[in-house]
Each structure stands twice: as structure tokens, then as C-alpha cells.
């Protein structure tokens, strides 16, 4: 006796946390204008308290257009974090791509003190990248960042990355993703990141990279 299965997948719900990429110049500009109304209503009221109808009012952007790219708040956050991702990467173009270092370790000073500097300047960004602002689906996109930012060390500093050829973009993502934790923990702790952590984060950031670079010689030694 035969029986038929019935289909049991789970279906695939739809992602209400990704907002949607404006192609039109109307478009773009209605969206920077509710990121803009977003991050005015989060300084003045903080991220819990800000909704959807707050940003359309505050944007002067109709709810249904608001929705149109952000279909929830979440999605307003992630597009914000995005935002910020982008400015900090612009704030290293500017005040570290042009710097000649002598070694590996005067750059990763370099980069975490322009790091710092960014973040102390612009305290939302610090709040929803590495503190109590920040949600689960910002700190999943945090790690695509980190890739991309490991692979923009690698292409920029190619001649330091070379004087230890085992530091692969793999291990400058970890690098990267260790600094951030250190961040995000002095944030949640002091709401801003302390000298203390900024001098940690400069430590374990050479130790481990000493560390990989110690074990990659030993295991040429013994091949």
C-alpha cells in the first residue's frame, strides 16, 4: 500500500530587515531624506522610541514611499548602519591610504586610532555600529564589512602585508573582527571606547599576528 508524502518545506519567508536599493535620482534622494529624518529623530528621542510614522512625518516622504524601501524599522537601522560603514571606510581613504608606514604595526596603530577618531566624532554611528543601538541584523552585516575592509588593507598596504606573506585576508579579517569586538565592549560598558580599550585593541591585534606569523615559520622549519 502506497502512501504519498506530502510537501512539508517550510516556506521561505521575506526579508523585512534589507532595505531597497533606490535606482532613480528621485528615489535616492527621498531615501537620504529619511535616513536623514531617521538619525535627527534617534539624536533626539533614541532608536527605541523613533517609528515608521515619525521618519515619514519627519522626512516630509510619504508612509507608503517610506515603506516602499524600508518595509520595517529594522531595515531603517541596517540602511543607516550601512551608512556609517561607508563614511568610517571613507575616513580611513582620507586620513590613512595616503600615509607611508614602515611596518605592518605602525599601520594597525594608524588604523584604529582613525577608528576611534570616527567614532568619537559621530557618537550615533558608534551607538548603532557597536553599542546598545545596534541589533542582530547590523551585527550579522558587520562581518561582510570586516571582509571588505580586510581585503582594502590587503590591496592599499600590499608591500606590509608582504613582509609576512601568511597574512592572508582571512587572518586580517580576523584582525579587523577582534578590534571591533574590543570596541563594542567598551562602548556597551563606557559609551565610548577608553584609552584603555584602545590600547588593548592595539595589543591583541599584534599579538595575534605576531602569533600567526611565529607558527608559519615554525611549520616551514619543520616541513
Given at each position: 500500500?502506497?502512501?504519498?508524502?506530502k510537501?512539508?518545506?517550510i516556506?521561505?519567508l521575506?526579508?523585512?530587515?534589507?532595505?531597497?536599493?533606490?535606482?532613480?535620482?528621485?528615489?535616492?534622494?527621498?531615501?537620504?531624506?529619511v535616513?536623514?529624518?531617521?538619525?535627527?529623530?534617534?539624536?533626539?528621542y533614541?532608536?527605541?522610541?523613533?517609528?515608521?510614522?515619525?521618519i515619514?512625518?519627519?522626512?516630509?516622504v510619504?508612509?507608503?514611499?517610506?515603506?516602499?524601501?524600508?518595509p520595517?524599522?529594522?531595515?531603517?537601522?541596517?540602511?543607516?548602519a550601512?551608512?556609517?560603514l561607508a563614511?568610517?571606510?571613507?575616513?580611513?581613504?582620507?586620513n590613512?591610504?595616503?600615509?607611508?608606514?614602515?611596518?605592518?604595526?605602525?599601520?594597525?596603530d594608524?588604523?584604529?586610532?582613525?577608528?576611534?577618531?570616527?567614532?568619537?566624532?559621530?557618537?550615533?554611528?558608534?551607538?548603532i555600529?557597536?553599542?546598545s543601538?545596534?541589533?542582530?541584523?547590523?551585527?550579522?552585516?558587520?562581518?561582510?564589512?570586516?571582509r571588505?575592509?580586510a581585503?582594502?588593507?590587503?590591496?592599499h598596504?600590499?608591500?606590509l602585508?608582504?613582509?609576512?606573506?601568511?597574512?592572508?585576508?582571512?587572518h586580517?579579517?580576523?584582525?579587523?573582527?577582534?578590534?571591533?569586538?574590543?570596541?563594542?565592549?567598551?562602548?556597551?560598558?563606557h559609551?565610548?571606547?577608553?584609552?584603555?580599550?584602545?590600547?588593548?585593541?592595539?595589543?591583541?591585534s599584534?599579538m595575534?599576528?605576531?602569533?600567526?606569523?611565529a607558527?608559519?615559520q615554525?611549520?616551514?622549519?619543520?616541513?
Amino acid at each position: 500500500m502506497s502512501t504519498e508524502r506530502k510537501n512539508t518545506r517550510i516556506p521561505k519567508l521575506r526579508n523585512n530587515s534589507t532595505p531597497k536599493l533606490p535606482v532613480q535620482d528621485r528615489s535616492r534622494d527621498r531615501v537620504e531624506r529619511v535616513l536623514d529624518a531617521a538619525e535627527d529623530l534617534v539624536n533626539v528621542y533614541g532608536a527605541g522610541h523613533v517609528t515608521m510614522q515619525m521618519i515619514s512625518r519627519g522626512s516630509g516622504v510619504g508612509r507608503a514611499s517610506v515603506y516602499q524601501f524600508f518595509p520595517s524599522i529594522l531595515a531603517v537601522w541596517k540602511a543607516l548602519a550601512l551608512r556609517y560603514l561607508a563614511a568610517l571606510q571613507a575616513h580611513f581613504e582620507r586620513n590613512v591610504s595616503s600615509t607611508e608606514f614602515a611596518h605592518w604595526t605602525d599601520l594597525w596603530d594608524a588604523l584604529i586610532d582613525a577608528a576611534i577618531e570616527f567614532y568619537d566624532a559621530n557618537p550615533l554611528a558608534r551607538s548603532i555600529l557597536l553599542g546598545s543601538d545596534g541589533t542582530q541584523e547590523i551585527r550579522i552585516a558587520d562581518p561582510e564589512y570586516d571582509r571588505r575592509y580586510a581585503e582594502w588593507i590587503a590591496e592599499h598596504f600590499a608591500n606590509l602585508v608582504e613582509q609576512d606573506r601568511v597574512l592572508s585576508v582571512e587572518h586580517l579579517r580576523v584582525n579587523v573582527t577582534c578590534t571591533t569586538a574590543l570596541f563594542s565592549l567598551s562602548v556597551w560598558e563606557h559609551g565610548r571606547i577608553t584609552p584603555f580599550y584602545a590600547a588593548e585593541a592595539k595589543r591583541v591585534s599584534k599579538m595575534y599576528t605576531r602569533g600567526v606569523v611565529a607558527d608559519s615559520q615554525v611549520a616551514t622549519a619543520e616541513a
